[in-house]
């Protein structure tokens, strides 16, 4: 599903319902009770901008307000040795432009449309293409430290890592954004749990009500920047509006996307977006030994994906997520990635290999493939039927008529040694859904008018990809509009000029 979800209530609605005091009172989804719980803190702080979650988003948007002259606070709701969510665990690919012309602007643009089969949010696409590189100078300019464009396979974007490399730097990364943020003056609190927005007389956001040890306290701000991640880690939200078995899946992410800024933006009226149905989820195939990083994504498009039958199961040149998508529906949920000597030379299946070695991850080698067969618990009659079949079909790097049919990255798998990537089962690894924004990254209500004071970036904000996503695009997300969150979200009340950031 594609559209906004609980267009029933709007805000003003929703506000003139607070002030009936009706502490049970629904009005259509929106449960009254459940946002006039929490009373006045006795506790409260001033600050220009709050910034609620301490990933990627909330770093890009607490570092962009601070540097615009704002006085920042950031919730976090872990402590600070637990801090950065899914972007702590991520592999830290960056999808960035090859260069800043237009050209590449345009091929970013429609290799972000075509992957989410031109359902992403077009406008959304559109501002990540343009700001991309900019935005990773920038980040570089605040201390991360990221290797070169290097190519994605099948894709004309590129990415960049946070050095030293793939599932190694993030941790480091974010910790370098929050000394960066304290040592300029920034406050970030730990284990303080945002519980609800604080609406103003006129309808704006004008803070944040939080509990810590000492009970609530109210963070009260010129603007709120709403960056909690998505809700992978919340089984019944998963249930609910992914699948009645999604709940099953393993979680690759952080169990602290517990989708809270979700909540909080949409009793306050904002409206979901792209929150139906498989559609709104990641999902990759992974090690059960390391469901993080134990994922082969690199090497996915160039290897032959074998199910518990012996027979392959999806076009694997569409990427590691199709792949993940299309194993849930394998039997056992189990699956293996073949290969032969040659392919295993490909750069894409090499740097795989060396991430499975790294975190002791065995690969499974045989000298036939009846032994392969044997080692990852198929038939071997059926294997080799399926490989003898599909090396038939293979013309031009590619194989149209296989079954099913492999679009490009298509090599016979003839030379021995044969390997494995096994076992692999689904992991969910990111929400797709989430609070509807514009290019500004201010929250939305149904009829597209922006809540004063509100801005939501990241995986918590939806609608930029459908179905699928380029790797890389999801922290690319983070940082251009986090950082956009946050330059807005400083002019609230601008204490400096509008559009003069301060260079650090
Ligand atoms: C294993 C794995 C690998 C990945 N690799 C990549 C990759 O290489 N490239 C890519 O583009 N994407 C990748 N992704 C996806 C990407 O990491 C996430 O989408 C992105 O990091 C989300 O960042 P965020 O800042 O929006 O949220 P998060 O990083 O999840 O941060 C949210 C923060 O908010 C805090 N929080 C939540 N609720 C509250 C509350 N009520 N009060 C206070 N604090 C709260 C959380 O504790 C957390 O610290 C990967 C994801 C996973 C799981």
Not at 30 to 58: M, W
Not at 100 to 117: H, I, L, V
Not at 173 to 193: A, M, S, V
Request: proline share 3%; aromatic share 6%.
């Amino acid at each position: 599903m594609k559209k906004d979800q609980f267009g029933s209530v709007n805000r003003r609605q929703f506000i003139r319902g607070l002030g009936l005091g009706a502490g049970l009172l629904t009005l259509g989804k929106i449960d009254l009770a459940q946002a006039a719980l929490l009373p006045k803190a006795k506790r409260s702080e001033k600050f220009n901008v709050v910034v609620i979650g301490t990933g990627l988003t909330g770093m890009a948007a607490a570092l962009a307000a601070q540097n615009a002259g704002a006085k920042v606070a950031v919730l976090e709701k872990v402590s600070e040795k637990e801090v950065g969510g899914n972007s702590r665990l991520a592999g830290g690919l960056i999808a960035v432009t090859r260069d800043g012309s237009q050209a590449a602007k345009d091929e970013y643009y429609e290799d972000f449309m075509k992957k989410s089969s031109g359902k992403g949010n077009a406008a959304l696409s559109r501002v990540l293409a343009n700001q991309s590189l900019d935005a990773v100078n920038w980040l570089k300019e605040q201390g991360a430290e990221l290797t070169d464009p290097m190519t994605v396979a099948g894709y004309r974007v590129k990415s960049v890592v946070f050095k030293p490399g793939a599932y190694k730097g993030m941790p480091k990364g974010l910790e370098t954004l929050r000394g960066k943020l304290t040592k300029k003056g920034g406050k970030i609190f730990y284990e303080t749990k945002a519980k609800q927005l604080i609406l103003g007389e006129s309808g704006a956001v004008i803070g944040v009500r939080a509990s810590d040890a000492a009970g609530l306290k109210d963070y009260l701000a010129d603007a709120v920047v709403i960056a909690t991640g998505g809700y992978g880690g919340n089984r019944e939200m998963l249930e609910t509006f992914v699948d009645p078995n999604a709940d099953e899946m393993m979680l690759r992410g952080a169990k602290t996307a517990t989708g809270d800024g979700l909540h909080m933006a949409r009793e306050a009226g904002a409206m979901w977006v792209n929150m139906g149905g498989m559609a709104s989820v990641h999902v990759a195939a992974v090690s059960p030994k390391n469901t993080a990083a134990g994922n082969p994504f690199m090497a996915v498009a160039y290897t032959l994906g074998i199910n518990k039958d012996g027979k392959r199961y999806v076009d694997e040149s569409l990427g590691y997520v199709a792949n993940g998508k299309a194993a849930m529906k394998q039997p056992g949920q189990t699956v293996a990635l073949v290969f032969d000597e040659e392919i295993k030379k490909k750069p894409g299946v090499a740097a795989s290999i060396k991430q499975f070695e790294g975190l002791g991850i065995d690969i499974v080698q045989a000298d036939t493939i009846g032994e392969l067969a044997a080692k990852i618990g198929v038939p071997a009659a059926s294997l080799e039927k399926t490989i003898a079949d599909f090396n038939a079909a293979v013309k031009d790097e590619k194989a149209p008529d296989a079954q099913p049919a492999k679009a490009a990255f298509a090599y016979k798998v003839s030379a021995p040694k044969f390997y494995a990537f096994y076992p692999l089962s689904p992991g969910i690894t990111l929400t797709f859904g989430g609070i509807r924004i514009n290019e500004k990254a201010q929250a939305l209500e149904a009829d597209g008018k922006a809540i004063p004071g509100l801005y939501a970036a990241g995986e918590c904000a939806g609608g930029l990809y459908y179905e699928d996503y380029i790797g890389g695009a999801s922290l690319a997300n983070c940082l251009v509009m986090g950082r956009i969150a946050g330059q807005q979200a400083a002019t609230a009340k601008a204490p400096v000029k509008k559009g003069k950031e301060k260079k650090n």
